[in-house]
């Protein structure tokens, strides 16, 4: 079974960075395409970025365009956010997910990610 396991939240200032990594076990990451997610509460969760299976491709939502990049390194079989000019609502539980149906890229549609890890607190404030 796929497990996925975040690390890397912090309380950081405005305009600050952090770089959020998940590391998986149970399964190679290299047939799985990833995302990551976040959620406050009382909110939906939103889909923050992903990356197809080769890496060649992602998405960011507008939000983060910019600020936010994704990377893979299937040797480590670890997928990174590096996060910069934080902003106070970019504060958030931040999930990674996997999932191996999408094939040629990815979308930042929850329901598109089988499995998730556990989550980070990414708190931004001054």
């Known amino acids: 079974q796929l497990q996925l396991v975040e690390s890397g939240g912090d309380l950081v200032r405005p305009g600050g960075s952090l770089r959020l990594s998940c590391a998986a076990s149970?399964?190679?990451?290299?047939?799985?395409?990833l995302g990551w997610f976040r959620q406050v509460p009382g909110k939906e969760r939103e889909g923050v970025s992903c990356?197809?299976?080769?890496?060649?491709?992602?998405n960011y939502a507008d939000s983060v365009k910019g600020r936010f990049t994704i990377s893979r390194d299937n040797a480590k079989n670890t997928v990174y956010l590096q996060m910069n000019s934080l902003k106070p609502e970019d504060t958030a539980v931040y999930y990674c997910?996997?999932?191996?149906?999408?094939?040629?890229?990815?979308?930042?549609?929850?329901?598109?990610?089988?499995?998730w890890g556990q989550g980070t607190q990414v708190t931004v404030s001054s």
């Open positions: 149970g399964f190679s990451l290299d047939y799985y395409a």
């Open positions: 997910a996997a999932d191996p149906r999408l094939r040629s890229g990815c979308d930042l549609d929850s329901n598109s990610f089988g499995s």
């Open positions: 990356i197809s299976r080769s890496g060649g491709r992602t």
